[in-house]
């Protein structure tokens, strides 16, 4: 699991690559808890190359999506594949974020 | 153990008489080659003491016939003169002054006229003799009333004999009270009548202290005894010219033999003898001195003789006692170790007995009957282990449960009674664990955890464990350290086997299990490296290559077996085995087709192992021809519930196994993950509510909610202390 994170003015640009796992989901929360400190801005998940994902992987959404909240700013789900986008439906997530 | 101390006790009985014995022999050798030393060196001294005193006699003797021979010469040299003087009376009295003046020994000379053979002088006898201080001669005349020197001995006795005459030994009254003697001679006219004696006096003080210069012992002594018995040189000066022996032999306690002495001396003769005086024995030599008639002896106290062979016997009997108590000694100790290698002897031989039980009792709990089960047709068994010489450390072991056949082989480091005790702990922990654990990884590491924990020998084990579904032939198996079995199917190979560390070293040790699948007619051959390394008298090993070779395509695991040994032993030949021989077949004989087959993964509780569930379901899948987004919800429902136990099941902290089988069918899937942990029911947990805000969103309880909607049913029951999550998905 591979996050590229690319911060352009007010807006962050994650690029996320690879299995988003139990195991890579611990690996991974401190890259998301940079993200966390832009969420007064919009983060952009960009999920074309995210394979696979699990509740330990939206988790980590979640908690970012409630920085945003807190922060006042947004996190948009970029490009999920169908596999992943149908993680997100089973478990209600895509009403939790702006899915582009 | 009575009888045994019995004799014990008989047995230090006889060492002590065979002991006992041995000293009174060293004892008797050494006092007798003690006995005969001490009489050969007395003999020795004795004749030692003989060659001194004779040879002591002899130069005394020599001496006192120098000075005998001085005095007689005197007189005979001047026979002619007084011959000749004859004629003139006058100057007779010149003839003993040139004796006197002429030879110093001589004190004293006279000539004495016949009586009567003068007319002018009817008694005449001129005495010279030496003034003791000036050295002038003096001249007296012995022709006095008082005198009466014609009955004198030294005037009758060569009167008589018409010879030379040496007198008795007498007191010189009138000189310095000497002791003196007399050699005379007749002086002969023309007509051979005698007219006169001639005398020469010699003083014998000289006699004395040349008698008492011989010191051949420090308390031995010398006497002289004239013709007549009588003591002229002795020690105790009293008895000098006082005493005639035979008047002292009367006052001794040893009379006769100092007569024998006596008579012996008197006549003349040369010899030694033993005398008794006062208690104590002396040893007198004796010679005589000729022409005078004397006899020499030389008397040594026999003490004195010995003095030195005592000192020497007192150091030899000292010396003796020394070497028959190092002989005490060292008997004590010999004896001594005797009796504890005995006594080690016997307990080596108790030792050996309980071993001989000990391996009965530890074969025994190996399985010797084959066929094991002649009823089944699905199986076939054969086994055989040949233990070498001691006890050992192979041992294999197989049941059936369930339909599941448990089986496993291994070899203890080692040899001995600590080995064997090794063998029979891992067999029974096999037994007692292969009952709950089902997984071989599982009860591997259980054993291993075990072993550790006892283990302080250091003894390790290899072991391999394996669990045979006889309906499908789906073997599982974990290999700690031991020989890779051979597989053998239409390639007869090794079987893979991962590189697990033995049982026993380390705990926490992490054990790989791994799967095949057997085929009708397979078989599995296991065995120990007493196989592969047996040696022959070269020492070249028997090797896998000529295992795998006598690894023919026999029909029968028997038959595998006998082969297999024809093959060793023809190889080996008379080399003496040095380890356990120890091999196990079994072979799959189940034609029906299962209508499930298995596959099983074992984790630890911990996240690392989390992608090993991905490469697992993607094995299935490929198997099952299912397609991308099922495998991936299939991997993701494993994943959910995995991480549930591993988070929850066991304590933070601590190891714990996470069984994963997974069961494929016609139509369907499931996965049954158990746990040792505590009860945990993750179907008893409320649904996450998907359905609310991200802000009141809770962050857990997404993972079984995920694992209902991907599976079809999910169900859990807690049975023998494990937890085991049952879900299945219909495909």
């Given amino acids: 699991m591979e996050i590229n994170i690319n911060t352009q003015g007010n807006e962050t640009v994650a690029t996320l690559i690879g299995r988003l796992d139990t195991l890579e989901a611990q690996k991974m929360t401190g890259q998301f808890d940079k993200l966390a400190e832009k969420a007064g801005g919009t983060v952009i998940l960009d999920c074309p190359q995210l394979e696979y994902i699990s509740s330990s992987g939206l ?32 478990t209600g997530f895509l009403n939790l974020f702006e899915i582009q | ?80 003169i007084a011959e000749w003087c004859l004629v003139n009376p006058d100057s007779l009295v010149r003839v003993p002054q040139r004796v006197v003046d002429n030879n110093p020994v001589v004190v004293g000379s006279t000539i004495a006229m016949t009586p009567g053979y003068n007319k002018k002088y009817p008694l005449y006898s001129p005495y010279a003799t030496r003034d003791t201080e000036t050295g002038k001669i003096l001249t007296l005349s012995l022709a006095t009333d008082e005198y009466d020197y014609p ?85 105790n000066e009293s008895l000098v010219m006082n005493k005639s022996v035979d008047q002292f032999a009367a006052e001794s306690d040893d009379s006769g033999v100092l007569k024998s002495i006596n008579e012996a001396m008197l006549s003349g003769q040369e010899g030694e003898m033993s005398i008794r005086y006062h208690g104590e024995r002396f040893r007198v030599y004796f010679a005589p001195v000729e022409r005078t008639g004397w006899s020499l002896s030389i008397v040594v106290p026999e003490k004195d003789m010995f003095a030195g062979v005592r000192k020497v016997g007192g150091v030899v009997i000292i010396l003796q006692l020394l070497g028959v108590v190092m002989i005490v000694i060292i008997l004590r100790v010999t004896f001594r170790n ?20 000990a391996k009965g009792i530890q074969m025994s709990m190996i399985p010797k009957i084959f066929p094991p089960y ?18 050992g450390g192979d041992l294999f072991d ?69 669990v045979l579904d006889t309906k499908s032939g789906h073997l599982r198996y974990c290999n700690a350290g031991h020989n890779a079995p051979v597989l ?109 087959s298995e596959r099983h993964l074992l984790i630890h509780n911990d996240i690392q192992q989390i992608p090993q569930l991905a490469d697992f379901v993607e094995t299935i899948a490929a198997e099952k021809h299912l397609d991308h987004s099922l495998t991936l919800n299939l991997n993701l429902a494993l994943e959910e519930a995995v991480t549930n136990v591993i988070m929850y099941a066991y304590p933070e ?79």
């Fill in chain 1, 59 to 90: 988790r980590l959404f979640l908690t970012l999506r409630k920085a945003a909240t807190t922060k006042g700013g947004k996190v948009i789900v970029r490009g999920l594949s169908s596999d992943v986008r149908n993680v997100f439906m089973i």
């Fill in chain 2, 1 to 80: 153990m009575k009888k045994k101390e019995i004799s014990e006790k008989k047995f230090l009985g006889v060492s002590a008489r065979g002991g006992l014995l041995l000293v009174v022999v060293a004892i008797i050798t050494l006092e007798a080659t003690g006995l005969i030393q001490y009489y050969f060196s007395q003999r020795g001294i004795k004749q030692e003491a003989s060659l001194r005193a004779q040879s002591e006699l002899r130069s005394a003797e020599n001496e006192i016939m120098g000075i005998v021979d001085q005095a007689e010469g005197a007189v005979r040299n001047s026979i002619w």
């Fill in chain 2, 151 to 235: 009955s004198q001995e030294w005037f009758t006795k060569p009167l008589e004999l018409q010879d030379g005459y040496w007198s008795e030994p007498y007191y010189d009254e009138g000189g310095g009270n000497m002791l003196m003697t007399t050699f005379s001679m007749p002086v002969k006219d023309n007509n051979g009548e005698v007219a006169a004696i001639l005398t020469a006096d010699i003083s014998l003080e000289w006699l004395t202290e040349l008698m008492g210069s011989i010191k051949v012992y420090p308390n031995a002594f010398s006497t002289v005894v004239s013709r007549s018995g009588q003591i002229m040189v002795c020690p």
């Fill in chain 2, 338 to 357: 005797q009796m504890k290698y005995k006594m080690l002897n016997t307990q080596k031989e108790r030792m050996e007995k309980e071993l001989e039980i």
């Fill in chain 2, 374 to 391: 002649p009823d089944r047709g699905d199986i076939d068994i054969c086994a055989s282990i040949v233990p070498a010489k001691e006890v």
């Fill in chain 2, 398 to 466: 197989f049941f059936i449960l369930d339909e599941k056949l448990y089986f496993c082989i291994g070899d203890v480091s080692g040899k001995g009674v600590p080995a064997s005790l090794v063998m029979a702990v891992t067999r029974s922990l096999f037994r007692t664990l292969a009952v709950h654990e089902k997984s071989p990884g599982r009860i591997v590491t259980a054993m291993n955890e075990s072993m550790s924990d006892m283990n302080e020998s250091t003894m390790f084990v290899t072991f391999f464990c394996g």
């Fill in chain 2, 488 to 596: 053998l199917n239409t390639t007869k190979s090794l079987l893979k086997v991962a590189s697990n560390v033995p049982l026993g070293i380390v705990a926490g040790a992490v054990f790989q299990e791994q799967e095949t699948d057997l085929q009708y007619d397979d078989a599995i051959f296991l065995y120990t490296d007493g196989i592969t390394e047996a040696e022959n008298s070269k020492h070249e090993l028997f090797g896998e290559e000529r295992m795998l070779n006598a690894l023919s395509n026999l029909k029968g695991s028997r038959a595998h077996i006998e082969e297999m040994q024809k093959a060793i032993s023809g190889f080996v030949g008379n080399a003496p085995q040095s380890d356990d021989i120890t091999m196990f077949i079994i072979h799959y004989l189940n034609e029906a087709t299962p209508d499930a």
């Fill in chain 2, 653 to 731: 902290g601590t190891d714990g196994l996470v069984d994963i089988e997974a069961i494929i069918r016609k139509d369907s899937l499931s996965f049954v993950i158990s746990d040792s942990g505590k009860a945990f029911d993750p179907t008893a947990q409320p649904d996450a509510d998907v359905s609310l805000s991200a802000e009141n969103r809770q962050v857990g309880g997404l993972g079984i909610y995920l694992v209902r909607n991907i599976m079809d049913s999910v169900s859990y029951e807690r049975k023998n202390g494990k937890n085991i999550l049952t879900m299945t998905k219909n495909i």
